[in-house]
């Protein structure tokens, strides 16, 4: 299973931007990447994830104005998935979790698909 790692959380005001970067510990050109999270008391949802090249992008519909506000990219070079997140709010507060699948399309919404997670990075957004 590859290994993974979730880094770039940490506390940010109503409006901040921060960067989540997902590192994997081999090549992940031939994985799908999503990105999920977990609030306290709440269930874990999607956020985004991002298909094998060329990089389909998906967003889900149950978070605010995920996709105007957060954009998930690769770079296979880096072995690493980053998910930017801009106009950040409370809500957004939560445990960001990454996980793969060696196949060539993500779902946001199913999280059984992955078969490897990282250990999250807490995400803040508070005055």
């Known amino acids: 299973q590859v290994q993974l790692v979730e880094s770039g959380g940490g506390l940010v005001q109503p409006g901040g931007s921060l960067r989540l970067s997902c590192t994997s510990s081999?090549?992940?050109?031939?994985?799908?990447i999503g990105w999920f999270r977990q609030a306290p008391g709440k269930e874990r949802e999607g956020v985004s994830c991002?298909?094998?090249?060329?990089?389909?992008?998906?967003?889900?519909d149950s978070v605010n104005s995920v996709r105007a506000r957060f954009t998930v990219s690769r770079d296979n070079a880096k072995n690493t998935v980053y998910l930017q997140m801009n106009s950040l709010e409370p809500e957004d507060t939560a445990v960001y979790y990454c996980?793969?699948?060696?196949?060539?399309?993500?779902?946001?919404?199913?999280?059984?698909?992955?078969?490897?997670w990282g250990q999250g990075t807490q995400v803040t957004v508070s005055s």
């Open positions: 991002i298909s094998v090249p060329p990089d389909y992008e998906y967003y889900s």
């Open positions: 996980g793969a699948v060696k196949r060539r399309l993500c779902s946001v919404y199913i999280a059984e698909i992955y078969k490897s």
């Open positions: 081999e090549p992940i050109e031939d994985y799908a």
